[in-house]
């Protein structure tokens, strides 16, 4: 069964096909400019199982992003699984106890502000790698895979996240 890691980063995983944007990451199995390329030019649909999406679609103008979920969709064979993480908007814009500079990081991605960690290099040489570029909730996000087609869509909220699995 082919599972990818789209859009991996750091989190590498043995068993899956691991892509990302950038060919400076230690470890990526596959190179892949979303802007200007499809996961349909790299893989045939309907023969991936299970595709997950952590810290993703975020990063995407919401007609950008639609088209890398239905490509998502056309790639997952039948009964395949889609797993996303992503930024809980309307939690985070409801949450009094998050200070408006935590949320404007949170719900924007922290761009090229320093973030205490080893990766801060990184960040400085692609901040456009961590601009969040649309947000949602889990309504929008349920609302949005079910129009694709996916049969099954649950959410859940995690902290400041909410998961998503939907099944074609």
Avoid at 24 to 40: E, G, M, T
Avoid at 87 to 108: M, Q, R, T, V
Avoid at 116 to 126: C, Q, T
Wanted: proline share 2%.
């Amino acid at each position: 069964m082919i599972k990818l890691n789209v859009g991996c980063g750091y989190d590498y995983r043995e068993g899956f096909i691991n892509i990302d944007g950038s060919e400076l990451l230690p470890k990526v199995d596959r190179i892949i400019d979303f802007n200007n390329d499809s996961l349909l030019n790299h893989f045939d649909t309907e023969t991936v199982g299970f595709i997950l999406a952590k810290d993703f679609i975020e990063h995407f103008f919401h007609w950008e992003a639609l088209k890398i979920l239905n490509d998502f969709y056309k790639l997952l064979r039948k009964n395949g699984t889609l797993k996303m993480k992503l930024p809980d908007f309307k939690y985070i814009c409801n949450s009094w106890h998050i200070p408006i500079e935590k949320k404007i990081n949170y719900l924007y991605g922290g761009q090229d502000k320093k973030q205490g960690l080893a990766r801060d290099n990184y960040r400085d040489k692609f901040p456009e790698f961590f601009c969040h570029k649309y947000g949602y909730t889990q309504k929008t996000m349920k609302r949005e895979l079910k129009q694709i087609g996916f049969s099954i869509v649950k959410t859940k909220r995690k902290g400041k996240n909410f998961y998503v699995e939907a099944i074609k």
